[in-house]
């Protein structure tokens, strides 16, 4: 009985290997002949990309030095000109980053401050403001760890201890560390200049290329919840210091109206001394409260986007940015 088990087992062998040799034949034979060029790569994740570039500074003797802010992938240095790229703040707990500053009179000394200026739900936040005095080789934590959301920061020109940090604030929460703050010596301590407990936070900061005591900054009140976003309020307005950020000219928050528009940012002119602009979103009693999007299939059926309504009148709403210009240093918009 078991010769004859053996004896079929061997059998079956025999007819299936010749059979198997043959399809890894063929196999071979259509590998070979397969157009791999009519393959693309795709991507497939992850959903949250790195980009959102949110500051550049130049090395201001090399040229090819440049080191970029990342809104979700930290720093990144070339030594290039841009040909090629390297990482340089990975080893540290902030991902997100808002703002970074090379010290202009002692270019090896870079400032970064993390945590993304927007105020999106995908955004994320940071733990403080960072210093390198080896050109990004290492980094120190110089505080501010509350400010979460850090928009602009300012290295004073001649005197490398005195920088300036605009920061806006937990996007989520009240509180915080949020306003413009100054250090005198090279972040050590910190004293806060400008902007409230709550909600009101410093979302830019400008210096005078011709003296670097005359500042603009521009605060901005914002509220983020789960279902809505509330940005622009009392808080929201230009001011102007002529003495380093000490005092501030401009109304107060107080003697603002509640629909003052957002502020996003201001930029000046370096060769105009007295023009700048300012970036706002104009509000209007009739904007269009959200946005409509219409399937490709239900568009073909006939259905249309409903008309706008006005909105209430105790809110306002934004429709699109609006760029402002004053060529009088700040008297006329």
Same mark, same amino acid.
């Given at each position: 009985?078991?010769?004859?088990?053996?004896?079929?087992?061997?059998?079956?062998?025999?007819?299936?290997?010749?059979?198997?040799?043959?399809?890894?034949?063929?196999?071979?034979?259509?590998?070979?002949?397969?157009?791999?060029?009519?393959?693309?790569?795709?991507?497939?994740?992850?959903?949250?990309?790195?980009?959102?570039?949110?500051?550049?500074?130049?090395?201001?003797?090399?040229?090819?030095?440049?080191?970029?802010?990342?809104?979700?992938?930290?720093?990144?240095?070339?030594?290039?000109?841009?040909?090629?790229?390297?990482?340089?703040?990975?080893?540290?707990?902030?991902?997100?980053?808002?703002?970074?500053?090379?010290?202009?009179?002692?270019?090896?000394?870079?400032?970064?401050?993390?945590?993304?200026?927007?105020?999106?739900?995908?955004? &994320?936040? +940071?733990? #403080?403001?960072? $210093? !390198? @005095? %080896? /050109? *990004?080789?290492?980094?120190?934590?110089? =505080?501010?760890?509350?400010?979460?959301?850090?928009?602009?920061?300012?290295?004073?020109?001649?005197?490398?201890?005195?920088?300036?940090?605009?920061?806006?604030?937990?996007?989520?929460?009240?509180?915080?560390?949020?306003?413009?703050?100054?250090?005198?010596?090279?972040?050590?301590?910190?004293?806060?200049?400008?902007?409230?407990?709550?909600?009101?936070?410093?979302?830019?900061?400008?210096?005078?290329?011709?003296?670097?005591?005359?500042?603009?900054?521009?605060?901005?009140?914002?509220?983020?919840?789960?279902?809505?976003?509330?940005?622009? &309020?009392? +808080?929201? #307005?230009?001011? $102007? !210091? @002529? %003495? /380093? *950020?000490?005092?501030?000219?401009?109304? =107060?928050?107080?003697?603002?109206?509640?629909?003052?528009?957002?502020?996003?940012?201001?930029?000046?002119?370096?060769?105009?001394?007295?023009?700048?602009?300012?970036?706002?979103?104009?509000?209007?009693?009739?904007?269009?409260?959200?946005?409509?999007?219409?399937?490709?299939?239900?568009?073909?059926?006939?259905?249309?986007?409903?008309?706008?309504?006005?909105?209430?009148?105790?809110?306002?709403?934004?429709?699109?940015?609006?760029?402002?210009?004053?060529?009088?240093?700040?008297?006329?918009?």
């Amino acid at each position: 009985m078991d010769k004859n088990v053996s004896l079929i087992v061997l059998l079956l062998t025999a007819l299936a290997v010749p059979g198997a040799a043959l399809t890894a034949q063929e196999t071979d034979s259509r590998l070979g002949t397969t157009d791999y060029e009519a393959l693309a790569f795709r991507n497939i994740g992850p959903a949250i990309n790195g980009g959102r570039i949110a500051d550049i500074d130049i090395h201001p003797e090399n040229r090819s030095v440049w080191y970029v802010a990342v809104g979700s992938g930290g720093v990144w240095k070339t030594e290039n000109a841009g040909t090629t790229w390297r990482p340089i703040f990975d080893d540290q707990p902030s991902y997100s980053i808002g703002s970074l500053a090379i010290d202009p009179s002692e270019p090896s000394t870079v400032w970064v401050g993390t945590g993304e200026d927007v105020g999106g739900r995908h955004v &994320g936040y +940071g733990d #403080g403001v960072y $210093k !390198s @005095t %080896d /050109g *990004g080789q290492t980094w120190q934590n110089k =505080g501010l760890g509350n400010t979460e959301h850090i928009s602009t920061m300012v290295v004073h020109p001649e005197n490398s201890d005195v920088v300036w940090v605009s920061a806006q604030g937990p996007l989520w929460t009240p509180g915080g560390e949020r306003g413009l703050y100054k250090t005198a010596d090279g972040g050590e301590t910190w004293r806060k200049l400008l902007g409230d407990d709550e909600w009101t936070g410093v979302t830019d900061i400008v210096m005078d290329p011709r003296d670097p005591d005359v500042l603009y900054a521009a605060t901005w009140q914002r509220h983020r919840t789960v279902a809505a976003y509330m940005g622009g &309020g009392p +808080g929201s #307005g230009i001011h $102007k !210091s @002529t %003495d /380093g *950020g000490e005092t501030w000219n401009g109304p =107060g928050p107080s003697s603002r109206p509640a629909s003052r528009p957002p502020i996003w940012g201001r930029s000046g002119s370096r060769s105009r001394h007295k023009i700048l602009t300012l970036f706002t979103r104009p509000s209007s009693s009739t904007a269009v409260r959200a946005a409509c999007t219409v399937p490709r299939t239900a568009a073909r059926r006939g259905r249309r986007c409903p008309t706008p309504s006005p909105a209430p009148p105790d809110r306002t709403t934004t429709r699109s940015f609006l760029p402002r210009r004053t060529s009088s240093g700040e008297s006329t918009w």
